[in-house]
């Protein structure tokens, strides 16, 4: 059931590439991340009062707390950095740099959670990183030099951000329900994104966003939050080191929707480097 749990993960992550683009072309991606955390927040919640949960909330050691804080912490990291990716580069760009947390979380599991690395995902570490390095190359060399260090770098920190959430995350769910633990994380990023918001002062810009656009961050909201729903059931249940490969499949799904949707294309250099981060991310699997 958890390897269910974690396809259903990757399928709604990566719908909700697409759906938070169309939601970033005039919306800044800083009020645009608050906005879906409270979409995803209430998402949260209301699993936790169905799944009855919430009375086990006070028995929660302080250990949990502080571990759930700090992976909320570094998803909101992520999550800001992702996004402001997003709005000034191409989904089947920013998305296959994103991937590499994959690698990272490997490789953190096997430090700190003591998880193994197989012979199957030594071989997987190198394609994935590898194809990374065929699907970004020929963007580097289409833009000028300002504009790509800037979505690269912000995607690069949102790899590095998110397979800190997924090992901190681990850490904190032990012994904990899931949906409590996904809800009281994602309150941590609300707090966060809001407090950004905030000190940036683009506190107006909430009033003057397209309605058209609103639509498009609800929805995305709608679907990370039921994406991390299964994801983190499924990271409860199941190994980091095979749970975070599954759910890193969703680059199928980002970039097939941004061939439709944007008509972002891939060059024949850029289908080879898919081939070989799916294909070391099904060897994780194994």
Known sequence: MWVILAFLSALFAGITAVLAKCGIKRTDSGVATAIRTVVVLGFSWLMVLISGSAATISSLSSKTWVFLVLSGLATGASWLCYFRALKVGDVNKVVPIDKLSTVLTILLSFIFLGEKITLLKGIAIPLIGLGTYLMIEKKATRQNKSSNKSWFIFAVL???????????????????????????????????????????????????????????ILLSGFSTGASWLCYYKALQDGLASVVVPIDKLSILVSIGFSAVVFHERLSKKSGVGLLLIVAGTLLMII
């Open 158 to 216: 949102s790899a590095v951000f998110a397979s800190l959430t997924s090992i901190l995350g681990k850490i904190g769910i032990d012994g904990v329900e899931s949906n409590l633990g996904t809800a009281i994380r994602t309150g941590v990023v609300l707090i966060m994104a809001w407090f950004i918001v905030l000190i940036e002062g683009k506190m107006p810009l909430v009033s003057k966003l397209p309605k058209n656009e609103l639509g498009f």
